[in-house]
């Protein structure tokens, strides 16, 4: 079993190769390398299958293509790109898709974390990180994931939030936030300068579908008092509720078994 877990993580795809190796060669002097100049994407592949709703597939392709756009990129050979996603996802729940500024693709899998189930029933500790930890063109994900990864990894608490220069709850080191309040869901909105996660939109038009209020909203000092409940979400882990948040002026203390989180567990089982 161990073996087999061995042989599997030493594969990838670059460049229109499936490779068997834990290192990848780049040149010297690839921007990737030097600057962090790539996009890339994470999702996780549902019913082994690209196509499947929850996979969503399309929409991380379209997100990354709205960051090449943006950057005046070349774009990948999308079909050798999808063709290395359906060989990888043999061996992988949970496949990043990396582009480079040539057009160049990477793609890498891993298995879904052990811990995934305890945190998804009983939550996760937070800490509130220095605002200095913004990341940089908070649009796109970038290669450059220096500020959270280091907010992440600069305390003992199990995720990060990031803030504004106010003070202001944006998003988790690794996803959106999400909080319970007044019979509604609260999510901070894109124009803060938040990632436009593909879990987010997923759960907005659920949620609006189920005819739930969502309300994109600045999440200030008194708003996030106010929630009974706060998680994050991103195509990896689902939903993660958060019980306690540290913060400078102390902690704050969530219900992680509310039951507003069970109609949002239910987009995952459809």
């Known amino acids: 079993m161990i073996s087999n877990l061995v042989v599997t993580n030493n594969i990838f795809w670059y460049n229109g190769k499936l490779i068997h190796s834990q290192t990848l060669e780049l040149n010297i002097n690839d921007p990737g390398l030097l600057y962090g100049a790539t996009v890339f994407t994470t999702l996780r592949v549902y019913e082994n299958s690209l196509n499947s709703n929850l996979t969503n597939w399309q929409a991380h392709c379209d997100r990354l293509l709205f ?38 693709e990477w793609i890498t899998g891993r298995l879904l974390p052990p811990d995934l189930t305890e945190k998804q029933n009983n939550g996760v500790l937070c800490a509130v990180a220095s605002s200095e930890f913004s990341r940089s063109l908070p649009s796109h994900k970038t290669g450059n994931y220096l500020s959270a990864w280091l907010a992440k990894t600069s305390s003992d608490a199990q995720e990060a939030i990031l803030v504004d220069a106010q003070g202001n709850w944006l998003e988790t080191s690794t996803g959106n936030l999400w909080g319970w309040c007044d019979r509604s869901w609260y999510t901070p909105p894109i124009k803060a300068g938040i990632l436009p996660g593909i879990g987010r939109s997923q759960l907005v038009n659920w949620l609006q579908k189920h005819q739930q209020p969502v309300r994109e909203e600045t999440w200030s000092a008194e708003l996030v008092q106010r929630f009974e409940a706060i998680a994050y979400t991103n195509s990896v882990v689902e939903i993660i509720p958060i019980h306690t948040v540290n913060q400078p002026s102390g902690s704050l203390q969530y219900n992680p078994y509310h039951q507003s989180f069970q109609l949002i567990r239910e987009l995952f089982l459809a």
């Open 67 to 104: 960051s090449l756009q943006t950057f005046g990129w070349q774009q990948p050979d999308w079909n050798r790109l999808r063709q290395g996603a359906q060989i990888l996802l043999a061996h992988f729940p949970v496949l990043r898709i990396t582009l480079f500024p040539d057009g160049r």
